[in-house]
């Protein structure tokens, strides 16, 4: 690993901002290529991120602060990206269903599917079935990624996708779920494609979702 690289990746576990967007700045100056620097840089950290909060060495502070990191680092090296024509892994819409103001969950998923090298669309909260609809239809999405932390909102969950099946567009798309009182059997019920337990397994359910 590069001098740079290794910046990056120790600024992204450490979860220190400047250390990262001093190593970004650094590897494109030295001429590095814009998808190296993302993929050994800072989708590393992100993964090893992961890793440890799996294994009960991260908890949630831990992982909001190196995905800041990581954000700070990326919003730098976004435009490079967009030169180098590097195309994301996928499009993904996320957002907190009707009624449910809660974002922290919501906020850390996002930003761990960045790191994984999604775009991410961030439709915040109170996301009515409907927007998520004009999303499907307008936005060109591949996941469309649903947080509730209330069992009031769950029920929004279903609507949405009774939205999408009215419409006609519900085969267009992926629908994740997750939050803390959605369940597997929950997901299972109303017709989702996978639900997740936390930021770092959402990840691996877009990864096996759309490589399928």
């Known amino acids: 690993m590069s001098d740079q690289y290794k910046q990056i990746y120790d600024g992204v576990m450490e979860g220190n901002q400047a250390a990262v967007q ?17 993929n050994q840089g800072m989708i590393s950290a992100m993964t090893e991120v992961g890793r ?26 976004r435009p490079a990206l967009a030169a180098a024509d590097v195309q994301p892994k996928g499009r993904v819409a996320i957002g907190t269903v009707k009624g449910d103001l809660h974002d922290i969950g919501k906020n850390l998923v996002a930003m761990m599917l960045e790191g994984a090298g999604y775009d991410v669309l961030d439709l915040g909260v109170d996301v009515a079935p409907e927007k998520y609809l004009e999303v499907v239809q307008n936005e060109s999405v591949d996941v469309i990624a649903l947080s509730a932390l209330l069992t009031t909102t769950m029920p929004s969950m279903k609507e949405t996708l009774k939205v999408l ?13 997750g ?9 299972q019920q109303i017709g989702a494609d996978g639900y997740s337990p936390d930021a770092s397994q959402a990840v691996k359910l877009a990864n096996l979702l759309l490589a399928n």
């Open 22 to 38: 001093d190593g970004v700045n650094a590897a494109l100056e030295a001429g590095l290529g814009a998808e190296e620097i993302l």
């Open 165 to 177: 099946i009215d419409a006609g567009v519900r085969d267009q798309i992926k629908v994740i779920v």
């Open 52 to 77: 440890l909060f799996e294994e009960g060495e991260y908890f949630v502070p831990e992982m909001l602060i190196a995905a800041r990191a990581m954000q700070a680092g990326l919003t730098i090296l």
């Open 179 to 187: 939050g803390a009182p959605v369940t597997d059997e929950y997901a």
